[in-house]
C-alpha cells in the first residue's frame, strides 16, 4: 500500500499520494456491475413475453430501477461514513447477486417491477462508492485517470448488456440467460473483497489522537506486507484501551455537511449545476430508448437495432477512453466545457434534421451521426469528468455524504428526463425536445467555464487546503 517504512498512523498522511491496486479492480468491478445491472431491462423488454407489456408499465419497469438507485446513492454515502466503503461495496455486490437471480426465475411483471427496484438500491451504492473508494485510493497524479476508468467500465458494463441481449433474444425465455449471467461480474467483486483493502479516506479518519501510543513498526516493501501490517496495527489499536481514537467518519452528521455547504458555497452550487447537467442534457433518455430512436430513423429489424445500440455503446466505451487518458494531461475544466460543446452541436444536428425540408423520412442523414457525436461529447466531458470533480469538491469530512446528496439528485434528474422524454416527443414533437436539451447543454458549459476551478495534478487535501484559503479571504 506504501513505499519504504511505515511506523506510524502518521504515514497515512503520505500514503494519500500513492496507487493501489485496488483502485484498477475496483473501480472496474463497481463500473461494470453498475452499468449492467442499470441497463440490461432495456434489451429484455423487447423480448418475448415483456414485449407485449404495455408503455406504461415497460416505462414503469426502467424508471423503478432508477428510483431505487436514487435512494440507494443517498444512502450509500452515510453507510460508508459508518462502516467503511469496503463493507458497503461487499454488501452491493451480495444484493445484485440475489436481486438478478431472483430476476431470473421471476414469471410475472409485477415480480419484475419489485425486483428491478431493489436491484437498483445497490447501483445507487456502486455510483457513490465506487468513484469515493477509486479516488482516495488513487495519487493526484493519477486520480483523473482511475476515476474516468470506472465510467468507461460503466459504459462497458451497457455494452455488456446489449451483447447478452444479441446472444440470447432468439431463444425461448433467453431473457433468463441474460439476468443470470449478469451476476457474474458482481460474483468476481465479491470474491476479490477478501485481497483488496479499506479506503486509505476511511481508515485516516479513524487513526488515534496519540500517536506516540502506537508501538514502530519495521520497515516493510511491499503492498502485501503493508496491508497484512496495517491490519494487525488495526487490532492492536482498537483493542488497546491506552489508545484513544480520533473520531470516526461518523462524526460527519447533517449538521457538519450543513456548515461545509455554508463555508463552501460555490463548491456546492458547482456540484448541483454539474449533476443536473449529466443527466437533464439526455444521455440516459438516449440510451434507455435507443432502439426506438434507430427504429425512428428506418432501422426495422430486431437483429439490426440491436446491432447498432451495440455499436453506439462501443462508441460510448471508446470515448471514454479519450478522456481517461486526457483528465489527468488536459484538465478537468477544457474536457468538461468542450464535452459539453460537442453535445450541444450532436443536439443541433438532430433539431436540423427535422427543419430541413429535403430531409423528409431521411432524417437518419443528420440525427443518427447527432446521436453520435453527442455520445462522444458526453464521454469525454460530463460523463466520466462529473465523478472526477465532485469527488474534489468536498472536504473528507463530508465527502461520503456530499457524494451522497449530489448523487440523490443525480439520480433524480436521471429519473426524470427517462420519465419525461417519451412524453414531451409525444407532445411536442423531437424537434423542439432536442431544442431544449441543446440549450441545456450550452448553459452547462457556459456555468462550468465560469464556476469551476482546475484541479489537476493536486492532492485532495491540497485541493481541500485552497478552498479553505479562498474562502478566507
Known amino acids: 500500500m506504501m513505499e519504504g517504512c511505515l511506523q506510524s498512523w502518521s504515514d497515512r498522511d503520505m500514503a494519500k499520494d500513492h496507487n493501489h491496486p485496488a483502485a484498477l479492480f475496483v473501480g472496474i468491478l ?14 429484455v423488454l423487447e423480448e418475448s413475453p415483456w414485449n407485449q407489456l404495455s408503455s406504461g408499465v415497460k416505462g414503469l419497469v426502467n424508471s423503478m430501477t432508477l428510483v431505487g438507485a436514487a435512494i440507494g446513492s443517498f444512502t450509500g454515502g452515510f ?9 458497503v461495496i461487499i454488501f452491493s455486490a451480495f444484493f445484485c447477486i440475489a436481486c438478478l437471480a431472483g ?3 421471476q ?3 409485477v415480480l419484475l417491477i419489485v425486483l428491478r427496484f431493489f436491484s437498483g438500491l445497490p447501483v445507487g451504492f456502486l455510483s457513490v462508492l465506487g468513484p469515493l473508494y477509486v479516488s482516495e485510493q488513487s495519487s493526484s497524479k493519477r486520480r483523473g485517470f482511475f476515476v474516468t476508468l470506472y465510467q468507461t467500465a460503466v459504459c462497458g458494463g451497457c455494452l455488456l448488456a446489449y451483447l447478452l441481449n444479441l446472444a440470447f433474444f432468439s431463444l425461448k425465455d433467453g ?4 439476468f443470470g449471467l449478469s451476476s457474474i461480474v458482481p460474483i468476481v467483486l465479491l470474491c476479490g473483497s477478501f485481497c483488496y483493502p479499506e479506503s486509505i479516506g476511511f481508515l485516516n479518519s479513524r487513526r488515534p489522537k496519540d500517536e506516540s501510543a502506537i508501538p514502530a513498526t519495521p ?8 496491508d497484512s501490517l496495517l491490519a494487525n496495527q488495526e487490532n492492536q489499536i482498537e483493542n488497546d484501551p491506552n489508545v484513544q481514537l480520533a473520531p470516526r467518519r461518523t462524526c460527519a452528521k447533517l449538521t457538519d455537511f450543513m456548515k461545509a455547504v455554508v463555508y463552501s458555497k460555490r463548491a456546492f452550487f458547482t456540484a448541483v449545476v454539474l449533476a443536473c447537467a449529466q443527466q437533464l442534457t439526455g444521455i440516459n433518455a438516449i440510451m434507455f430508448y435507443m432502439p426506438s ?3 425512428s430513423a428506418g432501422v426495422k429489424v430486431q437483429t439490426m437495432k440491436i446491432l447498432a445500440s451495440c455499436g453506439a455503446n462501443l462508441l460510448n466505451m471508446l470515448s471514454t477512453v479519450v478522456a481517461m487518458f486526457c483528465v489527468d494531461r488536459l484538465g478537468r475544466k477544457p474536457l468538461l466545457v468542450s464535452g459539453l460543446s460537442i453535445m450541444s452541436f450532436g443536439h443541433f444536428l438532430v433539431v436540423l434534421s427535422g427543419i430541413i425540408p429535403g430531409l423528409a423520412n431521411k432524417e437518419w442523414i443528420l440525427s443518427l451521426p447527432g446521436v453520435f457525436i453527442f455520445i462522444f461529447g458526453f464521454e469525454v466531458g460530463p460523463g466520466p469528468v462529473y465523478f472526477v470533480v465532485v469527488s474534489e469538491l468536498f472536504p473528507e469530512k463530508v465527502r461520503g455524504r456530499a457524494m451522497s446528496m449530489m448523487g440523490l439528485l443525480n439520480w ?3 429519473v426524470l428526463i427517462v420519465q419525461l422524454y417519451p412524453m414531451l416527443v409525444e407532445w411536442i414533437g423531437e424537434r423542439w425536445v432536442f431544442t431544449a436539451l441543446c440549450v441545456i447543454s450550452m448553459a452547462a458549459a457556459l456555468a462550468a467555464l465560469i464556476l469551476l476551478k482546475e484541479t489537476k495534478g493536486k492532492s485532495l487535501d491540497e485541493i481541500t487546503a485552497a478552498k479553505q484559503t479562498r474562502e478566507t479571504e
Not at 79 to 87: E, L, N, Q, V
Not at 175 to 178: A, G, K, V
Not at 219 to 226: G, L, R
Request: some cysteine; proline content about 6%.
Open 30 to 43: 463497481t463500473g461494470l456491475s453498475y452499468g449492467l445491472i442499470q441497463t440490461i431491462s432495456g434489451p
Open 79 to 87: 453507510f460508508s461514513d459508518r462502516f467503511g466503503p469496503k463493507k
Open 412 to 414: 433524480l434528474c436521471n
Open 107 to 109: 414469471k410475472h411483471y
Open 175 to 178: 431473457w433468463r440467460f441474460e
Open 103 to 105: 430476476l431470473g426465475i
Open 219 to 226: 520497515p516493510i516493501n511491499t503492498h502485501t506486507e503493508s
Open 293 to 295: 430512436i434507430f427504429e
